[in-house]
């Protein structure tokens, strides 16, 4: 299983610098396409003392590599016989005895040992290149197999034609001696002589060990200056999204401004319209009296009628 996540976001945004054409993975831990799926490199190369090699396997998972090859091989500075040890845990096989990781990983433990030829990855890439036509040279290079100083004294010429170096190394100076191989200091300093840049840490499975992530210079630049851009970019997207939400606030202080006066003129027609209501019953009174004294006058007159009427027959 990875201890490298491919949706680190520096290791997206360079896969957009520089896509990773054949991507060449020296580790001894088992890997599959699906560890690359979602990445994409175009070629994957596995690198490790496997019994035999596997060339071009399609990839059956979408978004993984088009093909990937194991080539069975144990890197080192030069090709000379030497003792390759098997371990408990499958990421430490490799030069190393195990007994000398133990302040590392304590229960690590050593299953056997045997006496190999190592080759360096220069002359193993120059072998396979040539003998397989639909294999070109990495423009990505994980190391995740230690001692990574002699892998990389053995790769003077494959380095040049990378883009970005992931290593896995030595953390603390402290156990330099007791581990007998390169801190993660020395490995930088190898890397910067060959115009490479570090550019942070992947995480980890261990705080004693570290993934340095070191890019050619230029795409480091490149990197930098994009990193840069998209700062300025996220800046003016607040900016822009600072002034809508002003406007945004003006338009309800306006808003509620007109909610205040609208307010106010309904109270204002609600005092006119009790005003109104008011006169109307005062109106009203006065009309219902009026109505009450024409009545009454009109019985006068009719009552005045009535007796008028009774004199002129009396009087005949």
């Avoid at 371990?87 to 229960?107: D, M, Q, V, Y």
């Avoid at 330099?176 to 550019?199: G, I, N, Q």
């Avoid at 999204?241 to 606030?249: C, G, K």
Wanted: one cysteine or more; hydrophobic letters at 35%.
């Amino acid at each position: 299983m990875s201890v490298i996540s491919f949706d680190h976001p520096t290791l997206a945004m360079l896969r957009r610098l520089s896509p990773p054409k054949v991507l060449c993975h020296i580790t001894e831990a088992p890997w599959g396409l699906h560890e690359y799926a979602g990445f994409g490199p175009e070629k994957v190369v596995l690198i490790g003392n496997a019994d035999v090699d596997a060339a071009d396997r399609p990839n059956l998972t979408n978004g993984g590599p088009s093909l990937m090859t194991r080539f069975s091989a144990v890197l080192s500075d030069e090709s000379r016989e030497q003792t390759f040890y098997t371990a408990s845990l499958g990421r430490e096989c490799g030069l190393i005895n195990p007994a000398h990781l133990t302040s590392i990983w304590r229960n690590l433990s050593e299953i056997r040992r045997e006496q190999v030829e190592t080759i360096t990855l220069d002359e193993l890439l120059a072998q396979k290149i040539e003998a397989f036509s639909n294999l070109a040279e990495p423009n990505w290079l994980i190391i995740d197999s230690m001692p990574v100083a002699p892998k990389l004294e053995g790769a003077t010429e494959t380095l040049k034609t990378l883009d970005v170096v992931v290593a896995r190394c030595l953390a603390d100076e402290v156990f330099k001696e007791e581990l007998e191989m390169a801190t993660a200091s020395e490995v930088l300093s190898t890397l910067r002589d060959s115009d490479f840049t570090y550019h942070e840490d992947l995480s980890g499975s261990h705080p004693k060990l570290r993934y340095l992530l070191c890019t050619r210079s230029i795409i480091g630049e490149r990197s930098r200056a994009n990193a840069h851009e998209a700062t300025i970019a996220r800046h003016n997207e607040l900016e822009d999204q600072i002034t809508r939400r002003l406007e945004h606030l003006d338009e309800l202080e306006r808003s509620a401004k007109r909610l205040v006066l609208t307010e106010n003129n309904l109270k204002n027609l609600q005092q006119r319209y009790a005003a109104l209501a008011e006169e109307n019953d005062h109106l009203n009174g006065q009309l219902s009296l009026i109505r009450q004294q024409l009545d009454h006058a009109l019985e006068l007159l009719h009552g005045s009628d009535s007796s008028a009427e009774t004199e002129t027959g009396v009087t005949k």
